[in-house]
């Protein structure tokens, strides 16, 4: 069981100043399976992204990929083992055409010494071909990005990660700026991917987005995680009560009707 | 994947197709503009000086050696507009690139060749230095290149009077004659072509028999040259694709990877040597180097980027256009002089000018990046 582990984050600890911003988190992504990530504003998402993908070193914990102990110093480190991470911003220049986003920063080249030039042909086949894969049907590789869709743009972004070989994609909040449909079209895209043997760890607060999709689920609150919980241990309902901080509107609703009697006993 | 979603995409597939037409792409080329542009510029005088002599060999290389100076020029602006930042210290660059070739070759005795390539190796040093400062502080290139204007312009003048005792440099035409390399910027290119086609009638002599148009001036083959270079880089390299990358979005394009600080840095070297390129050509040409040279020349090099379809936000742009920029602005500056027209108009067409252009290409802008 083990073996299938791809990245262990073990008691992964990020102090900023006085503050603490995570304190001992541990979850662990295997290779085909979908980890979400859950938790409301400020429960330390954004810090838990930033130190798995690279760009805060955690000041505890250790980072264990594919059994050996490492330490990123720089999303590069990261992404060099395979880690990819898709930002919210999904890093797509908008008045770029697709093929130049799909390889930014990674161009195929051809030739030789200082005729070496950007093999755009090579670039277009493969953009075509990988957002065909997807059911993108890019006919011209050479338009804006601007003009697709929020999902297309999306798909994209996870797509170009994974040509690039990614073996554990990070997602950040994939599906917060879609609709219904385009949400669901990107939702079937990551199922994909996982199915085809890649660890998918996936951010967002939306339960409804999360539930369907995920195979474990690790709740993150003021810092700490609440636990992970595999499907079957835990229904939609309970899901969605710990992300809403349930206890929070159980004592909430406690007070409510305190108010309300004191208010009554009053008249 | 059902056949559900197949179909879906399907009729979304058929959504794409109906918006992507010739046309419509050959509208969002950023260039089409300035070609346009040209085209019009061309016919207006074409008919209204058609006769003048404009058009005479004498008269077109007039036009295209004005244009081919502030072109060398806008290419480095479009870079680096494409790039995401502005150089404003260009004009003052051209002034103080004159003063390092003329004063190190005519008061402290160095071969012309190696006062020229003292002035490049200043220019690689300002270029850094102003890339370094917008990429560290973050604050916008505007302000630090507008600094950097008064600072060069000052120092030009400072150093000078300092050193010589006045603005001007003259004497520098007879250093030109054995020196390796400052054919480069000065010598006229097929002059023989020229020679032959005055001895065959076919362009105007002058009283002693030489034509009038001696050759093409280097600074139109630099001109050309630069544009085939910086259109090459942007369209054919991995570089030109973080051009585009640093000046669409320099957070995305960081986030991929993309080394956004050496590329920008680069790019405010590349205009501080378009600069003294310009330097040479003019200094060489007229044997003699002033302080005030390239006054307000950073603007013109910004007027021709953004007519030849750069957009001041970045990420957008080609070299071809700003190319084609330069030419209309060359143009309409000399031709101005074979019509009736008051020469004081000039201004007020280049503002309008800009203008339109500004307006054409913030269309341009929408529909590319026009979600639907």
Known sequence: MSTDIIVEFNNISKFFGSVIALKDVTMHVKKGEIMCLLGDNGAGKSTLIKTLSGVHKPNEGEIIVEGKKTTFDSPRDALDLGIATVYQDLALVSLMSVTRNFFMGREPMKGFGLFKVFDIEKANAVAAERMGQIGIDVRDPSQAVGTMSGGERQCLAISRAIYFGAKVLILDEPTSALGVHQASVVLKYIVKAASEGLGVILITHNVHHAYPVGDRFTILNRGKSMGTYPKKDLSREKLLSMMAGGEELDKLEVELKEMDRISKSNN | MSTKSQSIDRKSQDERLRRVSKLKKLLNRPELGALGGSILVFIFF???????????????????????????????????????????????????????????????????????????????????????????????????????????????????????????????????????????????????????????????????????????????????????????????????????????????????????????????IGTAVCATIYACVQVLDAGSADTMRGFLKELEAIVAAVVGGCLLTGGYGSAIGAAFGALIFGTVSMGIYYTDVDTDWFKVFLGAMMLIAVIFNNFVRRRVTENK
């Open chain 2, 46 to 268: 074409g008919i209204i000086a058609g006769d003048s002599g404009m058009f005479s060999a004498y008269g077109t290389l007039n036009f295209l050696e004005v244009s081919s100076n502030l072109g060398i020029i806008a290419i480095g602006a479009a870079m680096l507009m494409i790039g995401g930042e502005f150089d404003l210290s260009v004009g003052s660059m051209i002034g103080f690139a004159g003063i390092c070739i003329a004063i190190p070759a005519i008061y402290w005795g160095w071969p012309l060749w190696s006062s020229i390539l003292f002035a490049f190796s200043m220019a690689v040093l300002i270029g850094y230095a102003n890339g370094i400062l917008v990429v560290r502080t973050g604050l916008p290139s505007f302000i630090v290149t507008l600094a950097m204007l008064f600072i060069l312009r000052g120092a030009t003048l400072a150093l000078t009077r300092l050193i010589t005792g006045r603005t001007q440099v003259p004497g520098l035409r007879v250093l030109i004659e054995n020196d390796p390399i400052a054919w480069i910027f000065s010598a006229d290119v097929f002059s023989g072509l020229f020679v032959w086609l005055g001895s065959l009638g076919l362009i105007a002599l002058r009283q002693d028999g030489t034509p009038l148009a001696t050759g093409i001036p280097t600074s139109v083959i630099w001109w050309i040259g630069l544009t085939i270079f910086a259109t090459w880089i942007l369209m054919k390299t991995r570089y030109g694709n973080w051009i585009f990358a640093s000046g669409g979005d320099k957070l995305g394009a960081r986030n991929v990877g993309v080394p956004v600080a050496r590329v920008k840095i680069s790019l405010f």
